[in-house]
């Protein structure tokens, strides 16, 4: 029997990663910033304004010039006289000199020539025009100056970053209405198998029930991936051949689980060779699980194809390891988060196994890391598990009480 | 002038959700597991089947009884009469006796009698009828049992739970096609004050732009909530009130944000205080920032009311404390996430703000948190910062160099 020539995953990365630069890239489309959520922004953000353009005061009370209250307190107050109100969101023309002051309400634009803002409960009203300061108070004090929370020509927002709810308000801020993002990729995901069925009216005793699709779905949305075509099919390789091409036309990624390993049905390799420009990329990489993996890219359409190994786990890991991993690769994608890891010590002994990656799922309980064991096809097993750990194909076992990275899942 | 009379965080906190409790709480609804992605399930999800339903292959090869494999190696074969082929996703209705065995794929069904997989790698066809087997192989080998995934009555998925990719899988292995879950709050964003601004071409010099409705649709869109109406409005208490009336009707919560500290234009805790069941429950918080806030509930309605400051920063942190909390409390919401938080250095000195419990942004650089400084309406640090460390009301200043708890933001 024909033995499958791995890759390493990091050839198998860089393989698809270098055909599909060679390609038209992921285009860019013009969104609302409400509706800019989680996408990934495709250029830098640079603010034509200040924020604020105006001096503003945070606090309820008189803007002044600092120095006439030098001295005042409880008991030697300062006398000022009111010689105007400035209005919330109207432009305040006046101009103060020594002895003047302006009410000023909290974000309301301080007049020319004020320096500084006295809070109202240091303040006393005595008449209309005339008012006493019972604080000194140093200059731009309770004052927000012009561009101190962002400057005129300052770059925001940079290339790749997915748009945060803070980052929707931080582009508010400056004006600015819409962005240039990232498309979402649109995806097909294709399970195959005659075994498969999809709903439990077709089940039947020895039937397995699909449960890549619900999966890749799931996986397809948490990525913010758009589903453009969901199939079931038999292991027919006309069928499978005509859903892939007429698939590729409305899709950037063309997903095909089940029947990538070398068994009497392996008819996903055989297709995807023939319709793709590059022909298979990698058939196999040296992981576990997840071996029976083919990648390949078509030029004329754009389109990666990807066939993952039937088995869930398998087709969980491979799916971020490659799909999720090329967009955010090719979009210079930076989250915000944390960070990717956590460092916790191993519960157990953990074998090696030379010559693969091996990615060992794990749950974390009192700050340890506990690997869960199940062959690659048992699912209860991907929705108890809260992260997994990489061993590299040439390290050596890892011992009980070790210090071991949890990657998030 | 009136001071807030002022509520701790963990007492405003109780106040809201103890009324919550009274009312009719969160609806639930029937959704397909294909739409569940990120759904809070309304309760557990106990298995119907056994996953496998029946002794499941992992490999290609001959199904065989273990015993008749003893002593087999490169050099002795054990010959066995091929009896019959299991085909995938069909019953396999044969049973075997020793001497004979019956050619499985990976995924098929193992005949009646069979206690093992021999790999097709280790055996060889000599004619149609006849196999020899060049290893030893022990009960059970390559085989997954009956329920050893999943039993029969087995709990799979606790209420509670936020549906992952994983659990989207789970559920479709064990048959279950629809499951019941907490419906999404609908939520009402109004933004206050008469210098706003929603869009450049209404654009002045002193009008301030609106920056908290994306703020809090995008805070909306994270937490899984839907945005029914979104306002923007002057400082008008009868159209405050009048649109807070009319939303009370199709909206969960109703977020009101500015206008809610003790300046000349505060309106909301008026008209909050006359549009709710209870009153105001709170009307300031002692957090920092954050102060100004106000919450009620509406019974009749079963409409959360709550005020938010109009500071960005305070905002975005008491819509976390306060909304995304009471909906988690209520549904009982637990995520499958690694931690909250990340123990790391604090780069610099924290000074202690008594009486208060105070929340400071971070960033992360060379696993240190790094405050990020700035009044609490400067947006820029909001997209900026990567979390958050949470000082207590008694709590000294934090040195230079201590551990902090940073939590995701």
New interface residues.
């Given amino acids: 029997?024909e033995l499958l020539k791995v890759d390493s995953l990091e050839v198998a990365k860089e393989k698809l990663y270098n055909e599909y630069k060679k390609g038209l890239g992921i285009e860019i489309e013009e969104v609302l910033?409400?509706d800019s959520?989680?996408r990934v922004i495709a250029n830098n953000v640079i603010s034509k304004v200040n924020?604020?353009?105006?001096n503003r005061s945070?606090v309820?009370g008189y803007a002044v010039l600092a120095k006439d209250t030098n001295g005042s307190s409880d008991t030697i107050p300062t006398f000022l006289k009111v010689v105007a109100e400035s209005?919330?969101?109207?432009?305040?023309k006046t101009k103060i000199v020594s002895g003047e002051c302006v009410y000023v309400?909290?974000?309301?634009?301080l007049p020319i020539g004020a320096n500084a803002m006295v809070m109202?409960?240091h303040t006393e009203n005595l008449t209309n025009e005339k008012i006493a300061i019972y604080e000194a108070t140093p200059e731009w004090k309770n004052v927000?100056h012009i561009g101190?929370?962002?400057k005129e020509e300052e770059t925001?927002?940079k290339k790749g970053k997915k748009?945060?709810?803070?980052?929707?308000?931080?582009?508010?801020?400056?004006?600015v209405?819409s962005i240039n993002v990232y498309k979402k990729w649109r995806i097909t995901i294709i399970s195959t198998?005659?075994?498969?069925v999809s709903?439990?009216k077709d089940?039947?005793?020895?039937?397995?029930?699909?449960?890549?699709?619900?999966?890749?779905?799931?996986?397809c949305?948490?990525n913010n991936f758009e589903i453009v075509n969901k199939f079931l099919i038999k292991?027919d390789e006309n069928d499978l051949r005509e859903i892939i091409n007429d698939c590729k036309k409305n899709s950037d990624v063309v997903v095909i689980s089940g029947g990538s390993?070398k068994?009497?049905?392996d008819l996903s390799a055989k297709v995807i060779y023939e319709l793709s420009s590059t022909g298979v990329l990698t058939h196999g990489i040296a992981i576990k699980p997840g071996k029976p993996t083919i990648t390949a890219y078509d030029k004329k359409t754009n389109t990666v194809l990807i066939g993952l190994p039937?088995h869930?786990i398998a087709a969980?890991l491979l799916f971020k390891l490659l799909i999720v991993d090329l967009y955010e690769k090719i979009t210079c994608e930076k989250n915000?988060?944390?960070?990717k890891y956590?460092e916790l010590c191993i519960s157990e002994n953990l074998p090696a196994s030379p010559g693969r990656t091996t990615f060992q799922l794990v749950s974390?309980e009192n700050d340890k890391a506990i690997p869960i064991y199940?062959?690659s096809?048992?699912?209860?097993t991907?929705?108890m598990?809260?992260?997994y750990i990489i061993m590299e194909e040439n390290q050596e076992g890892i011992n009980k009480g070790e210090r071991v990275k949890?990657y998030?899942?």
């Fill in positions: 029997m910033v409400s959520f989680n924020v604020p353009d105006f945070t309820d209005k919330m969101g109207e432009e305040c309400p909290t974000g309301g634009m109202l409960e927000v101190d929370d962002i925001v927002i748009i945060s709810a803070g980052d929707m308000g931080l582009l508010s801020s400056i004006g209405e198998g005659d075994e498969l709903n439990e089940y039947k005793f020895g039937k397995i029930r699909d449960v890549n699709s619900n999966l890749l779905l799931g996986l949305i948490e292991d390993s068994g009497k049905k039937g869930p969980f915000k988060s944390l960070q956590l974390i199940g062959r096809g048992l699912i209860h991907l929705s598990a809260m992260g949890v998030y899942l």
